[in-house]
């Protein structure tokens, strides 16, 4: 016999494992989420998933699709959808030295393969297949079965649904390099064809659709998420086979069963959720590197894929959905919580010289608002880089000689000091100061800020490069508007 005292703490030991189950599944969902938002936003445009979806045009403050957007690249946006056919994606042959990159997402944000000019891929056709019908792992092979010969590469897919996110560096914003990037988007296309593998007995996942990850009916955002995962993460494992038992079990002890979430009697959503948060927080610190002058970077297990950190790739997905590997960019972070500004006061970067990208590569800082889109402003201007015409070193020389990026300035022996004024757009400065400038949001207030290195070289994390301070100054206002 059982005692009541016994039962008790049974089901007290019930209670407390369902409710850290449902803290584990919000952390596991967030990526889901991002995923989901991102897709609604596609559909908007294309209406269906494994359709090319090309950004004519430069992003800026009125394109949402994703926060935290590049304002310096065009994009090719594809919804994966691998539930019955395998796809083929044709590449163009981009030869003029500009940055290019292909990267493919998993459904929970993994940058699990891609091909791009640093991996000097091969234009043409590439399968695109689900890894668990070829029992691959996931990632890219150049060197394809003699079946699959055809292909200049098999992308085996880690999860049945994901996203494509082309990139084409713009070099100078002009009809003529804008026309030239739409010219290599013409030549990209997609179809679908037959799967040329699959396993017997698995089970069918339904088709992409809006209706499918529509969860509008539920009852608030996280319980959404909840509903969202359970309906379709039994088709999306963990790229970690070791590790599928065990995550299904806390989903399942979470409530999450059968296509379905139903709360575990008991569980408080809401501390749950503070739980999960501040587990994300807690574990994407702890895999931080600090490079000096108040700057950190990720390690690179919390970068692009993550493995079995299911906390870092919670934390990405909140704060930069669709990041990709380190090796094709640096993602920094400055350790200072002051990621606001009042109505006449400025952020100040001094830059010991220029970023040591490689020549394939670009760097770039840009500014968001506290919604993590583009800043609107006068100038039209969202981004500050390497192909910024006009930015000066101290001396009042010019950084970029051409303005066209590193690969073609043909002054990169010509180095020092630069600023970069990041002032509300309702403040001009001088005009000594306008070339510098980048415009954050009218009336100060919080932001966000980004800076970017495609093609990192090495001295970035070996130590021989110093970081940009940061400091907090008055605004540097034109005592007239002729000034």
């Not at 609604?40 to 998933?49: C, E, H, L, Q, Y």
């Not at 069918?204 to 959404?224: F, H, W």
């Not at 954050?440 to 070289?457: N, V």
């Amino acid at each position: 016999m059982v005692s009541s005292s016994n039962a008790t703490d049974a089901s007290s030991l019930y209670d407390d494992a369902a409710q850290n189950a449902t803290a584990f599944a919000i952390q596991y969902a967030y990526p889901i989420s991002q995923w989901q938002q991102a897709v609604t936003n596609i559909f908007n445009a294309v209406d269906k998933p494994n359709v090319l979806w090309p950004y004519r045009t430069l992003s800026g403050p009125q394109n949402r699709t994703i926060v935290g957007p590049n304002a310096d690249t065009l994009y090719i946006w594809m919804v994966i959808d691998l539930s019955h056919e395998d796809l083929v994606l044709t590449i163009p042959n981009i030869t003029d030295g500009r940055n290019w990159i292909w990267p493919f997402y998993d459904i929970y944000g993994n940058n699990f393969a891609g091909m791009s000019i640093n991996e000097n891929s091969p234009p043409g056709d590439y399968l695109i297949r689900r890894a668990d019908d070829a029992l691959d792992e996931a990632g890219i092979r150049y060197t394809a079965p003699a079946e699959l010969s055809a292909y200049k590469g098999v992308v085996s897919y880690a999860t049945t649904y994901g996203i494509m996110l082309g990139r084409i560096l713009v070099r100078q914003n002009t009809t003529e390099d804008i026309a030239t990037i739409q010219g290599y988007e013409d030549k990209t296309s997609v179809k679908t064809i037959p799967r040329i593998l699959s396993q017997p007995f698995a089970t069918q996942a339904p088709r992409v659709t809006r209706s499918l990850i529509d969860t509008s009916n539920a009852t608030d955002r996280v319980t959404g998420y909840l509903d969202l995962l359970a309906k379709i993460g039994q088709f999306n494992q963990p790229d970690v086979l070791a590790d599928r038992y065990r995550v299904a079990s806390t989903l399942g002890l979470a409530g999450l069963a059968n296509g379905i979430y139903t709360p575990p009697p008991g569980v408080n959503l809401t501390a749950a959720t503070v739980s999960a948060n501040a587990s994300i927080a807690e574990a994407y610190s702890k895999n931080l590197i600090d490079v000096g002058n108040n700057w950190v970077i990720p390690k690179v297990k919390c970068q692009g894929i993550f493995g079995l950190q299911y906390a870092c790739r919670a934390y990405r997905a909140i704060h930069g959905y669709l990041g990709l590997v380190q090796s094709e960019n640096l993602f920094i972070t400055n350790k200072s919580d002051k990621l606001s500004l009042n109505a006449t006061s400025a952020f100040l970067f001094t830059f010991s010289g220029k970023p040591p990208i490689k020549s394939t590569g670009f760097w770039s800082l840009t500014v968001y608002g506290a919604d993590q889109y583009l800043v609107p402003n006068e100038l039209g201007r969202y981004v500050i880089g390497d192909r910024t015409p006009g930015l000066k070193f101290e001396n009042g020389d010019l950084v970029n000689e051409s303005g066209k990026g590193n690969a073609s300035t043909g002054n990169d022996t010509v180095d020092g000091r630069f600023q970069v004024l990041l002032q509300p757009a309702d403040i001009p400065p001088p005009k000594n100061w306008t070339s510098n400038w980048l415009p954050a949001p009218a009336g100060g207030g919080k932001l966000l800020y980004s800076i970017r290195f495609y093609s990192p070289a090495d001295a970035f994390t070996n130590g021989e490069y110093v970081f940009p301070t940061v400091e907090t100054i008055d605004a540097i206002a034109a005592s007239n508007p002729q000034e």
